[in-house]
């Protein structure tokens, strides 16, 4: 399954070897995607980021036929909460983490509002990276999964866009990973934060990544 291919990317193309990429999909969990969850708690519309659920599917599809590692994260936190740091759980003074929602507590691991929506299910064996932070990197093991399998590349999907892929790029940018952000498998509950979150990653030459989307990715793994 070794194999140096390129994938359509703004600022310019990416060269990349399937057996050092990885397919990140990010917290694409009931909590932020489906009504009664943490996103519509905090006033948002979760319908605005359903529409990169089928794109994910399709990557996600080719990236397993390619073979190539595929990492799911889920934000949340432990049932006592004792890795919730307070100024988090009390953001904007009002307590939502915990608190029980018609998903179960919000955020809380084990609940069904936290997995990961039925659509993009991991398969057993795919490593699940169960984070307390925005960024993946933070107080996980997942840069060690990364550097056992000596990953160098990213194709990064998932939610939303400009807190936890943000944070998850640009900690992974910092760590020498080479970050493609697939940008119809990205969401953002504000159209203007999805255009410019993912200006932002493109632009002064890719200085956190580039930005390629589904179908060039498809096209890149087949
Ligand atoms: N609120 C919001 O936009 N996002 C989060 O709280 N977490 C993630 O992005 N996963």
Not at 132 to 154: C, I, M, N, Q
């Amino acid at each position: 399954m070794t194999g140096l291919r390129t994938i359509e990317a703004r600022p310019f193309p990416l060269a990349f070897d399937r057996a050092g990429t990885a397919l990140m999909i990010i917290d694409m969990q009931r909590d932020f995607l489906e009504p009664g969850g943490f996103g519509e708690l905090l006033g948002n519309d979760v319908s605005q980021l359903r529409s990169a659920i089928a794109p994910t599917k399709r990557v996600l599809a080719a990236s397993r036929t390619a073979g190539l590692l595929v990492i799911h994260t889920r934000e949340g936190h432990r049932l006592d909460l004792t890795d919730c740091p307070p100024a988090k759980l009390t953001r904007g003074g009002v307590t939502f983490i915990g608190t029980q929602g018609p998903m179960g507590r919000i955020l809380v691991r084990g609940e069904r509002g936290h997995d990961i929506i039925d659509e993009l299910a991991p398969r057993p064996g795919e490593p699940v990276i169960d984070k307390p932070g925005k960024g993946a990197f933070y107080a996980t093991d997942l840069e060690l999964l990364l550097r056992s399998r000596a990953v160098k590349t990213l194709l990064v999907c998932g939610v939303t866009t400009e807190v936890c892929v943000h944070t998850t790029v640009r900690e992974a940018n910092d760590r020498g990973f080479e970050c493609v952000v697939l940008e119809d498998c990205v969401g953002s509950y504000f159209p203007e934060f999805q255009r410019v979150g993912i200006a932002m990653f493109e632009a002064q030459g890719a200085i956190f990544g580039w930005v390629s989307d589904s179908a060039s990715a498809v096209r890149a793994l087949s």
